[in-house]
């Protein structure tokens, strides 16, 4: 990996600038997030945040909605605006010497967007047709609603919201959200691409500088469920299955022994769970498993879906799969994932998006940048004795099983 320059500062208003320079790139690249996403929803308005993230952008400062539009297209950004459990995210990228008018337009839109009433309703049906197509989607509303039952609310709720509280939010909710979320303090600003880091932080103190600190909104208590099976019925030849188990989080000195494991189950057509389930018993159309989390907390979180006359089988053999990992892994598998992994931080370090997502991410799980040599360093050095030594602290136990189909499906007794 090529050395890597990132250096960060925090204004005294709180806001934090992440950057790192990239010499051998024309563009820039930039993603902002605020602490105002789905989890301070109010609890009987769950959607809130999300038509805030739809609205903010309708008109801001000097443009109405039209104008903000246009002059960002005349820049050449590309852009995403997000919600996610934590945050409301902004990210996009342009020609590097486009960054700083286009940083002064989002000046206008964390500061003094117009929330137009007007456009409210367009807002609120845009989120709801994003709710809507989960329910089209039986992969997606699995993982939805395999989420809502690991995590601890309101964590694990779907960001988007509820579709059944839509109707009760309005626009005052939404404003009142802005206005007790959107602060400097604890938001994160990353920039990444052919940018001078001392040039950026005059045009961030020029832009946010004036952007008053204010008691930050407290974080809702955390509540766990007391379940582990669920089944929602469903009349189709199709099944579909969710499994979880506890993992370490992001941050954790073996989070990447923890991703390896997973890796070896779930990374590419040669891993375990694609291998077993569907190319030798060909019991599944898809199947994976991916390690996620929330600060302080990780999951394994594993999909399947089938034709419901194997449903059964398919669960049990994936259930199998999980727990026989710790009776050994081989040399070949973790070599593997070891270079999926280098291939994937060598195109990581060519997108200046990547980049600037990545280390604004981690300022915010960390509140420190762990660069790209350090993360191959960490990968290499893993060892099957490791992996192994991982996987029987944290073994695939306590799981935490969904269905979606038209009958409820046994867990084996000897298995938790």
């Not at 049906?125 to 329910?135: F, I």
Request: charged share 20%; proline share 4%.
């Amino acid at each position: 990996m090529g050395k890597q320059l990132i250096q960060t500062h925090q204004f005294s208003n709180g806001l934090t600038l992440v950057a790192e320079t990239m010499d051998d790139v024309q563009s820039a690249a930039f993603s902002i997030l605020v602490p105002s996403g789905s989890i301070y929803d109010p609890p009987d308005k769950r959607g809130t945040a999300s038509i805030l993230s739809e609205l903010i952008t309708r008109g801001a400062g000097p443009y109405d909605s039209q104008q903000l539009s246009c002059a960002l297209d005349d820049l050449g950004v590309q852009r995403h605006e997000g919600i996610t459990s934590a945050h409301i995210t902004f990210s996009g990228a342009t020609l590097a010497g486009n960054l700083a008018e286009t940083l002064k337009i989002y000046g206008e839109i964390l500061k003094h967007p117009h929330l137009p009433e007007n456009q409210f309703d367009a807002a609120r049906a845009g989120v709801a047709q994003a709710l809507l197509s989960v329910e089209d989607d039986a992969r997606q509303k699995a993982l939805v609603e395999l989420k809502r039952h690991s995590f601890p609310a309101p964590w694990g709720l779907p960001s988007d919201g509820e579709l059944e509280h839509l109707q009760f939010i309005t626009i005052d909710d939404v404003r009142t959200l802005y206005e007790n979320c959107f602060h400097p303090n604890e938001t994160i600003i990353g920039v990444a691409g052919n940018v001078d880091f001392e040039q950026v932080k005059q045009v961030i103190e020029e832009l946010f500088g004036d952007w008053k600190t204010s008691s930050l909104s407290e974080e809702p208590a955390m509540v766990f469920s007391e379940e582990n099976r669920f089944f929602t019925e469903q009349e189709t030849t199709q099944t579909h299955l969710g499994i979880a188990y506890d993992a370490v989080p992001y941050g954790h000195p073996d989070y990447y022994a923890a991703w390896a494991a997973v890796g070896i189950l779930s990374g590419g057509m040669s891993a375990r769970l694609f291998t077993e389930v569907r190319e030798k018993r060909g019991l599944c159309y898809t199947v994976s498993a991916s390690l996620t989390g929330m600060p302080g907390l990780g999951r394994v979180l594993c999909y399947a879906g089938t034709t419901s006359e194997r449903a059964q089988e398919t669960l049990d053999v994936t259930l199998h799969e999980l727990t026989r990992l710790g009776d050994g892994i081989e040399e070949s598998e973790l070599e593997r994932c070891k270079a999926r992994a280098k291939s994937s931080l060598i195109m990581s370090q060519e997108s200046t998006s990547s980049r600037a997502s990545s280390i604004a991410r981690d300022w915010f799980y960390l509140k420190r940048i762990t660069t790209l040599d350090q993360i191959n360093d960490e990968i290499q050095q893993l060892t099957t004795d490791r992996v192994l030594n991982y996987i029987h602290a944290h073994p695939a136990a306590n799981f935490t099983v969904l269905t979606i189909g038209p009958q409820p499906l046994e867990v084996p007794s000897d298995i938790s």
